[in-house]
Nanobody
Framework: QVQVVESGGGLVQAGGSLRLSCAASGNIFSIATMGWYRQAPGKQRELVAVIASGGSTNYADAVKGRFTISRDNAKNTVYLQMNSLKPEDTAVYYC???????????????WGQGTQVTVSS
């Protein structure tokens, strides 16, 4: 009984910016981490960035210095600010949340439906 919903994808020119948002809702007790993954055509899904409840972050080497992940714990929402976008950033971006519900005793893994980001040259 948990929903994870992304928004903010679209088409942008190389060098431009986009901001993705993801909100988790439902029977949530606590959230350990939230993060972003992406999958380009013909490639495996890869980690983009992740943030823990305390604020610590990790980024893929390909996006370091260009992308920033942030979190609003009160709203169970995570953001991904993407600057200096490149054509190779084109992919479907998926939001992930690792959280506890009032029903489950341990952490569960929940995914959004994905949002398309296309960067033109």
């Amino acid at each position: 009984q948990v929903q994870v919903v992304e928004s903010g994808g679209g088409l942008v020119q190389a060098g431009g910016s986009l901001r993705l948002s993801c909100a988790a809702s439902g029977n949530i007790f606590s959230i350990a981490t939230m993060g972003w993954y992406r999958q380009a055509p013909g490639k495996q899904r890869e980690l983009v960035a992740v943030i823990a409840s305390g604020g610590s972050t990790n980024y893929a080497d390909a996006v370091k210095g260009r992308f920033t992940i942030s979190r609003d714990n009160a709203k169970n929402t995570v953001y991904l600010q993407m600057n200096s976008l490149k054509p190779e950033d084109t992919a479907v971006y998926y939001c992930n949340a690792q959280l506890k519900t009032w029903v489950l005793g341990g952490l569960g893994d929940y995914w959004g439906q994905g949002t398309q980001v296309t960067v033109s040259s």
